[in-house]
């Protein structure tokens, strides 16, 4: 039997410091139990950008973006970065790059969100118009606490 649970944990009361944790869950029903551990690194704020967090929406997920951990993508589909921003920022600029790291004419639709307290940066990339090949997606920040940006790789397969 295969189990399959997700968990959201909301810190915004009280960041965690960074470093290294541990999580266990287990859970049990009618004599029958699961457990699991999780090791997560919080690693220590080098620039205005967080770890990115990769969705995908297509014909397998509907009209919901759906968390992926596979950077491969069908051209049916939509690719949205989520990434928290520094909130001091100023501005934020994302453009779609090819393999040879040169700008597309392909537009990355940016929105923007506070969720408990945390700025999240949104980019939205429609993947019709691409070729099958190897892309990024480059986050940059503007402003007088620019810093390094964040780029996303990902794969269009046919």
Do not use: C, H
Not at 84 to 93: N, Y
Not at 102 to 107: E, F, S
Not at 127 to 143: H, M
Request: charged share 20%; proline share 9%; hydrophobic share 40%.
């Amino acid at each position: 039997m295969r189990f399959s649970y997700s968990a959201r944990v909301d810190l915004s009361s009280q960041p965690l410091s960074p470093g290294t944790y541990s999580i266990r869950a287990a859970v049990s029903s009618r004599g029958k139990s699961a457990s699991d551990s999780l090791r997560i690194v919080v690693p220590a704020g080098e620039g205005p950008f967080g770890r990115p967090l990769v969705f995908r929406r297509g014909p397998a997920t509907g009209p919901s973006y759906a968390p992926t951990s596979d950077r491969r993508f069908r051209r049916a589909e939509r690719l949205r970065v989520d990434v928290s921003v520094d909130p001091e920022i100023e501005t934020i600029t994302a453009v779609l790059l090819g393999r040879n790291g040169q700008p597309l004419a392909v537009p990355v639709a940016l929105g923007e969100r506070d969720e408990n307290g945390t700025r999240y940066v949104t980019g939205e990339v429609v993947l019709a118009p691409l070729a099958v090949g190897d892309y990024l997606v480059e986050f940059a920040a503007g402003g007088a606490r620019a810093g390094p940006g964040v780029l996303v790789a990902f794969r269009i397969v046919p």
